[in-house]
């Protein structure tokens, strides 16, 4: 049995009594990134995942209305497999709350690139993610994370390395993502983590050699 993170393991030894091995997935290495993407960064957070209910998006929203006004960042989501009750339930909450959110669903590939890009700061907030590809896509392009402590980000976000793991506590959470948004070395700091952790460790190409050594006899 192989699965992605020990946090998964450690379900599937609880509900089976079974033992599994972990191989941890990637995100793909991006080296050659535009310097006018970079060099024109919004104030802008940027999530992504399926838009409903596990993912947390909710949570997010007030998490930014604890911050004030003329430092709150927009929140941008890209989704896709797109619950129309939650959509209109996060809309309705970030008006309330005067969080600007916008949304974009079934983009191109090209486009996503480029609105990672364009952000600051990568957040996530899923209930019990296994893994959790999205923040490594983000690490790729050189974008800090902003957790939750819960699940699979527990072992791909590192504190004060690659972005900060954070209590499911609205308050802390929007600490965190303004300690981040207003020290540019800290910014800077952590975008060179992200982008390092990829390299060294969570990358497609290391994921296969993982993969192939934990089916091979003598594993």
């Known amino acids: 049995i192989l699965t992605n993170s020990y946090f998964s393991r450690e379900n599937i030894l609880a509900a ?4 599994s091995k972990v191989v941890h997935l990637g995100g793909d290495s991006f ?5 006018s993407h970079k060099s024109h960064k919004q104030n802008t957070i ?8 596990l993912k947390g998006y909710d949570f997010i929203i007030r998490s930014l209305g604890t911050i004030e006004m003329n430092k709150r960042p927009k929140f941008l989501i890209i989704g896709n497999a797109t619950s129309k ?3 209109k339930n996060i809309q309705y909450l970030a008006d309330e709350l005067s969080v600007e959110l916008n949304i974009f669903e079934h983009i191109t590939d090209d486009k996503l690139s480029y609105l990672i890009q364009k952000s600051t700061l990568f957040v ?10 999205a ?15 819960e699940g699979g980000p527990r072992e ?6 690659n972005g900060f793991l954070v209590d499911r506590n609205p308050i802390e959470f929007g600490k965190m993502i303004s300690l981040i948004n207003e020290d540019s070395s ?8 992200a982008r390092e952790c990829i390299k060294t460790y969570w990358n497609w190409d290391m994921s296969f050699e993982r993969l192939c050594l934990s089916i091979t006899p003598d594993n």
């Open 46 to 53: 940027i999530s992504i995942g399926a838009i409903n209910g």
């Open 31 to 35: 080296q050659n990134i535009r310097q």
């Open 156 to 161: 791909s976000i590192v504190d004060g390395v």
């Open 135 to 149: 923040p490594l896509e983000a690490m790729s392009f050189g974008l800090p994370v902003v957790a939750v402590k």
């Open 186 to 193: 800290l910014k800077e700091k952590l975008s060179i983590g």
């Open 124 to 133: 996530y907030a899923p209930y019990l993610e296994p893994l959790g590809l």
């Open 16 to 19: 089976y009594g079974l033992n």
């Open 85 to 87: 009750f939650y959509l």
